[in-house]
T-cell receptor, first 111, second 114 residues
Framework: GQNIDQPTEMTATEGAIVQINCTYQ??????LFWYQQHAGEAPTFLSY??LDGLEEKGRFSSFLSRSKGYSYLLLKELQMKDSASYLC????????????WGLGTSLAVNP | EAQVTQNPRYLITVTGKKLTVTCSQN?????MSWYRQDPGLGLRQIYY???????DKGDVPEGYKVSRKEKRNFPLILESPSPNQTSLYFC?????????????FGPGTRLTVL
């Protein structure tokens, strides 16, 4: 079957660094997305990895290891507004754009 | 402004009363999709469309219909809503070409079926 695992909840302190892990088992792989979703709002795109390695974008970085079926999202210099759910999604095989979604990691940033 | 819009944003209705949730995008995207999001179940795809007049079932299509007569619009139709369709619904679109094919989401429609 196809499966994506993420921790359900995490807490961190303002100004700190937090790493949110995602492991996946899918039939086919055409890239991995990270989305941010604030409570009651729409998911918004954060990052996309299709090759192994680290992609850095400001305070956010995302890492991928295809051989291990593993990704992480790294958030630096945490701010209160980073309190949100972080969704990992894998684009599977085929041309139908289908994303397999994790359940999300709810991050609480405390002062 | 490039965006995906949905209407209504909030709806409370009763069992069996047909309803339509509209979705429109102004980015000329070929691909559009409907999701529902429920606590503990995450985002689940209902239907998707690769282009005009091309639609296909997602993971949870029962009780829903869609149509894609124009590129910009992708309405979700509930012919006879039931309480188990109470959920937060998102429409999304993405381009056919481009490296990411990232999906752009509408603001969501919170539906309650009594």
């Amino acid at each position: 079957g196809q499966n994506i695992d993420q921790p359900t909840e995490m807490t961190a302190t303002e100004g700190a660094i937090v790493q949110i892990n995602c492991t996946y088992q899918t039939s086919g792989f055409n890239g991995l997305f990270w989305y941010q979703q604030h409570a009651g709002e729409a998911p918004t795109f954060l990052s996309y990895n299709v090759l192994d390695g680290l992609e850095e974008k400001g305070r956010f970085s995302s890492f991928l290891s295809r051989s291990k079926g593993y990704s992480y999202l790294l958030l630096k210099e945490l701010q209160m507004k980073d309190s949100a759910s972080y969704l990992c999604a894998v684009k599977g095989a085929g041309n139908n754009r289908k994303l397999i979604w994790g359940l999300g990691t709810s991050l609480a940033v405390n002062p | 402004e490039a965006q995906v819009t949905q209407n209504p944003r909030y709806l409370i209705t009763v069992t069996g009363k047909k309803l339509t949730v509209t979705c429109s995008q102004n980015m000329n995207h070929e691909y559009m999709s409907w999701y529902r999001q429920d606590p503990g179940l995450g985002l689940r795809q209902i239907y998707y469309s690769m282009n005009v007049e091309v639609t296909d079932k997602g993971d949870v299509p029962e009780g829903y219909k869609v149509s894609r007569k124009e590129k910009r619009n992708f309405p979700l139709i509930l012919e006879s809503p039931s309480p188990n369709q109470t959920s937060l619904y998102f429409c999304a679109s993405s381009p056919q070409r481009g490296a990411y094919n990232e999906q752009f989401f509408g603001p969501g429609t919170r539906l309650t079926v009594l």
